[in-house]
């Protein structure tokens, strides 16, 4: 099965609100997160947030594995060296299959052609399994936050790139 990774327009506005929606859901159910607790979780992604996000400057990749949308991955460029990679999301039935990792380098090489020498992410605490994977592709673990916000601690981690 062929799989391509392509820059998202904004015809795929709703293609990627859905991805990530349906790709955070059973995180969101796993650590209990309702629209009321975290209104902000990606489990809760509208059309409207990529849209704005795209407005500011967000790229978004999509993964198909032949015909189907089944991942995604969001890069944001905080300052000069600097990029955030944000949302990433891959269906359930297609984990395992290596399409995180591969959307993964996707966005480390993206940023590294922009110029990037750090890219840093942010995930739940709490989520040792997802801590572990970023670990294994070269991520370090820079400092846990708790934010008044957020119903959950989040762990920044780094990469260089």
Do not use: N
Not at 47 to 55: G, H, K
Not at 125 to 150: M, N, P, Q, S
Request: hydrophobic fraction near 40%; charged fraction near 30%; include cysteine.
């Amino acid at each position: 099965m062929p799989v391509v990774i392509r820059e998202a327009t904004g015809d795929d506005v709703p293609l990627v609100a859905r991805l990530i929606r349906d790709s955070f859901r059973d995180v969101a159910e796993r650590f209990g997160l309702t629209r009321e607790s975290c209104p902000t979780h990606p489990s809760h992604c509208t059309d409207e947030w990529i849209t704005s996000a795209m407005a500011k400057g967000v790229r978004y990749a999509l993964l198909e594995a032949g015909k189907d949308p089944c991942g995604c991955v969001a890069m944001e460029q905080a300052r000069p060296g600097l990029w955030y990679l944000e949302r990433l999301s891959v269906l359930p039935e297609y984990r395992r299959k290596g399409f995180g990792t591969a959307l993964v380098r996707h966005a480390l090489d993206e940023a590294r052609k922009a110029g990037a020498q750090r890219v840093e992410i942010g995930i739940i605490a709490e989520h040792t399994e997802l801590r572990d994977w970023y670990a294994k592709l070269g991520f370090l673990e820079k400092e846990t936050v708790r934010f008044d916000h957020l119903p959950f601690a989040v762990t920044f981690m780094f990469t260089e790139v």
